[in-house]
T-cell receptor, first 112, second 115 residues
């Protein structure tokens, strides 16, 4: 079945630093998504990417849909303490398949 | 607009029992998806319902089942609970329209512990 490899598994950074994480897949996705999950809550959508090569920003967050449609990355610039959480990539293959395939997540810790 | 609500938030059961979890989607949304989240396996898709019909199903045993009512509220049931069923069960609501991806909005989840 489809699998997403997300890296790194965890990151410890200082406030103000930039962060980069990525996901690779063994198969093609038509949509790439990045979610953030805080403790005790469900994932919240940060950025959605719909076209290969697309680069999209949401405030300090920037994500790109890889040209091969098998990868995506997320950058966070000038990190702040509230960026702490688990970040997930997810892929959607489209068509009549309505499920999301998730990466295992990147745990981000920001030291003030 | 109210978000996705899930009840109960926490549940403790023993092996062999069964459990029913409930999800109320965002008003106007007709699709409800269920996911299981565990530290080892991450987020895994269980099934998706639209207009009271199951449209997609993940690779889970038949002990996991669900249904959707005419008001789009959904329930999932796990019978003959096993220790490995301990997890956070997440429900996601979506408009469910065919075509390009419809954004899924997640509820806070139900934390199930099986003793």
């Amino acid at each position: 079945g489809q699998q997403l490899n997300q890296s790194p598994q965890s990151m410890f950074i200082q406030e103000g630093e930039d962060v980069s994480m990525n996901c690779t897949s063994s198969s093609i996705f038509n949509t790439w998504l990045w979610y953030k999950q805080d403790p005790g809550e469900g994932p919240v959508l940060l950025i959605a990417l719909y076209k290969a090569g697309e680069l999209t920003s949401n405030g300090r967050l920037t994500a790109q849909f890889g040209i091969t449609r098998k990868d995506s990355f997320l950058n966070i610039s000038a990190s702040i303490p509230s960026d702490v959480g688990i970040y997930f990539c997810a892929g959607h293959s489209g068509g009549s398949n309505y499920k999301l395939t998730f990466g295992k997540g990147t745990l981000l810790t920001v030291n003030p | 607009k109210a978000g996705v609500t899930q009840t109960p938030r926490y549940l403790i059961k023993t092996r062999g029992q069964q459990v029913t979890l409930s999800c109320s989607p965002i008003s106007g949304h007709r699709s409800v998806s269920w996911y299981q989240q565990t530290p080892g396996q991450g987020l895994q898709f269980l099934f998706e319902y639209f207009s009271e019909t199951q449209r997609n199903k993940g690779n889970f045993p038949g002990r996991f089942s669900g249904r959707q009512f005419s008001n789009s509220r959904s329930e999932m049931n796990v019978s003959t609970l096993e220790l490995g069923d301990s997890a956070l069960y997440l429900c996601a609501s979506s408009p469910g329209r065919r075509g390009p991806y419809n954004e899924q909005f997640f509820g806070p989840g139900t934390r199930l512990t099986v003793l």
